[in-house]
T-cell receptor, first 116, second 113 residues
Framework: DTEVTQTPKHLVMGMTNKKSLKCEQH?????MYWYKQKAKKPPELMFV???????INESVPSRFSPECPNSSLLNLHLHALQPEDSALYLC???????????????FGPGTRLLVL | AQSVTQLGSHVSVSEGALVLLRCNYS??????LFWYVQYPNQGLQLLLK??????LVKGINGFEAEFKKSETSFHLTKPSAHMSDAAEYFC???????????FGPGTRLSVLP
């Protein structure tokens, strides 16, 4: 299995809602990533988990809360988002457990989020 | 810190023509360089990657790129464009410590029949 899967594909939420994005991989990768991608822009790194521990947090607002329950699963909990948070949220994984951003990253298809 | 520029936010080529997508980087340490492709409504996929050694790197789908240190460039080429190559292409750079990674702004490739 060489896939990174993400659910849901699309999500519409109000500013007072709480929702979660889910990412799963079964490649035995030990590093997992969340990216945010606005339209016609490159992905921006949000978080990196290494061996299920948060290793990099790129100054992301606390209304985004990541969680890595096990080595195959990565969640992004959303609460009190703003309309400007509307974007494509991409999950990725890479093989090594150390934070090594020289490694090839394998991306999921993303969750397209709209905040009303 | 690393940075990447991609000349041309949009490039159009005819089917069968040469594809050339430009990437220039800035890095104070030896870089690792990547090209990723993003098809519409999909995630990103690695096309090719330069680490060390041979400066001409061959990737998937007939793409290749050449690392030119003197020009701080890593341009992506394909001899003959196919309709299925239409996508967004991102150049990216990491330092050799693996602690920093940044994407360039992207180039959208259109292939005309």
């Amino acid at each position: 299995d060489t896939e990174v899967t993400q659910t849901p594909k699309h999500l519409v939420m109000g500013m007072t809602n709480k929702k979660s994005l889910k990412c799963e991989q079964h490649m035995g990768h030990r590093a997992m990533y969340w990216y945010k991608q606005k339209a016609k822009k490159p992905p921006e790194l949000m978080f990196v988990y290494s061996y299920e521990k948060l290793s990099i947090n790129e100054s992301v607002p606390s209304r985004f809360s990541p969680e890595c329950p096990n080595s195959s699963l990565l969640n992004l909990h959303l609460h009190a988002l703003q309309p400007e948070d509307s974007a494509l949220y991409l999950c990725a994984s890479s093989q090594s457990g150390g934070v090594d951003l020289t490694e090839t990253q394998y991306f999921g298809p993303g969750t397209r989020l709209l905040v009303l | 810190a690393q940075s990447v520029t991609q000349l041309g936010s949009h490039v159009s080529v005819s089917e069968g023509a040469l594809v050339l997508l430009r990437c220039n980087y800035s890095s104070s340490v030896p870089p690792y360089l990547f090209w990723y492709v993003q098809y519409p409504n999909q995630g990103l996929q690695l096309l090719l990657k330069y680490t060390t050694g041979a400066t001409l790197v061959k990737g998937i789908n007939g793409f290749e790129a050449e690392f030119k240190k003197s020009e701080t460039s890593f341009h992506l080429t394909k001899p003959s464009a196919h309709m299925s190559d239409a996508a967004e292409y991102f150049c990216a750079v990491s330092d050799n410590y693996g602690q920093n990674f940044v994407f360039g702004p992207g180039t959208r490739l259109s292939v005309l029949p």
